[in-house]
């Protein structure tokens, strides 16, 4: 009887056992955080449209604000089991890179990490970033096609294990499921939700996560946002900034108020010269005015800024009126107080900080000699020539 009863008692002690297992297994529903032992997060100061959760051994889970995730796997590491199927694996080293988002080329020039992009969705011609430019000149980064036509072809022969894209490719979802039916990740860079132009250049913190350069990203980034916290304790000038071009049809095109060039120049001290321009809740970043409703508020602007990275750099504010007789009444005009972007402006997400410095130093310095600055420069009178330098 006793030895019965022992064996019964044995058999119950290993179903409890099984059964202990099973629902140990279970209890981890694919979480990364019952699969890996978490051991902190990434700090951010702007950026909030992706997050960086750090686990034991070197692994990291990337969260973008569209919903999607990425484990990063160290390089010799293996890919840890039961993870959720929504979580996309990306194994170090990461290269053979499709770039498509514009912004983030600037960001791996700036990590010395250009070698790990094989393949651009923008053509030699249309960049502005020097490196960029030379590394496909040479057939080091080769042009792919756009983001809605890819050469699905020449990105596979060439091991492509990134794409990354930028928000475009919500217009053209089908793109993005094929490469991933082909085995290529994609993460669609989120950086032009940021509210804040430094949350912008904060995703050079991603990139140089995924590139094992993280203390570098954080020293280019601590570096433009210093230029923040000079400027942080200074007052307003309440001078006012008109931003905007002239397109070929002769209408303003002007920045939405709230977007983040005008935040720019608020946060160098300025007014934007539009209260409130534009919907809010709609994607698009410009708003197109017949230049009679253009002229009756940016006539009274303090400064001018063109945006020259559309139609061309302008050379003189002769120039900038041919464009429209209209111009020639405004007070930044009378005043010259024309000032003009380089066409390197919006592919530099990496120096943002130094472009809200330069806006501070136009709309503060009474130098009449200063007319260059390292993202703008001022447009000389009628008949003047612009000085040499330009960038």
Known sequence: MIKKRCMFTAVIIMILLIMGCTQSKDNTDGNPENVLQQEGNMEFKYAQNFNVDYYKGGYSIISVSDGTRYLVVPEGQDVPADLDKDITVLKQPINNIYLVATSSMCLFDALNSLDAIKFSGTKAEEWYIENARSAMEAGNIIYAGKYNIPDYELIMSGNCNLAIESTMINHTPEVKEKLKELGIPVITDQSSYETHPLGRTEWIKLYGL?????????????????????????????????????SSSGNAIARKSGDYVTRMIEAAGGNY???HLGDPESATSTVTLEMEEFYATAKNADYIIYNST???ELSSVEELMGKNSLLKDFKAVQNNNVWCTGKNMFQETTHFGLMISDIHRMLTDNDNDLTELNFIYKLP??????????K
């Open 210 to 246: 995924l590139m094992g350069k993280e203390s570098e990203a954080k020293q280019i980034f601590d570096k433009q946002a210093g230029y923040i916290e000079e400027l942080a304790n200074k007052d307003k000038t309440d001078k006012t900034v008109a931003f905007f071009y002239i």
């Open 273 to 275: 010269i539009f209260g």
């Open 310 to 312: 559309i139609d061309g």
């Open 381 to 390: 009178a009628a008949d003047g020539e612009k000085s040499d330098g330009k």
